[in-house]
């Protein structure tokens, strides 16, 4: 069964940094792409960034400059380095996966929240 973990939320000072982490496993087929997006409280979920297996990496407009996201493909592993946060940016980070059979999978979701 696949699964994806992800870790490194929590609560932190605008102006800070935050980096994500989430790593498949479960017997995944080879992946075509990662991702993040993001849920905030009465929003719908939009993407943050996803990267392909190439390195090709695709940012929320709004996003771009601020957050990095990065992927290990040894470790099925995808990062998301969020610098200069702010409290627009509260919201639960949710991990996904395409394989290049084209199945999605999520994972459960970690909260980030930006607040003094």
């Known amino acids: 069964q696949v699964q994806l973990v992800e870790s490194g939320g929590g609560l932190v000072q605008p102006g800070g940094t935050l980096r994500l982490s989430c790593a498949a496993s479960g017997g995944i087929s080879s992946i075509y792409a990662m991702g993040w997006y993001r849920q905030a409280p009465g929003k719908q979920r939009k993407l943050v960034a996803t990267i392909t297996s190439a390195g090709s990496a695709n940012y929320a407009d709004s996003l771009k400059g601020r957050f990095t996201i990065s992927r290990d493909n040894a470790k099925n592993a995808v990062y998301l380095q969020m610098n200069s946060l702010k409290p627009e940016d509260t919201a639960v980070y949710y991990c996904?996966?395409?394989?290049?059979?084209?199945?999605?999978?999520w994972g459960q979701g970690t909260q980030v929240t930006v607040s003094s």
């Open positions: 996904r996966v395409v394989t290049t059979e084209r199945s999605v999978y």
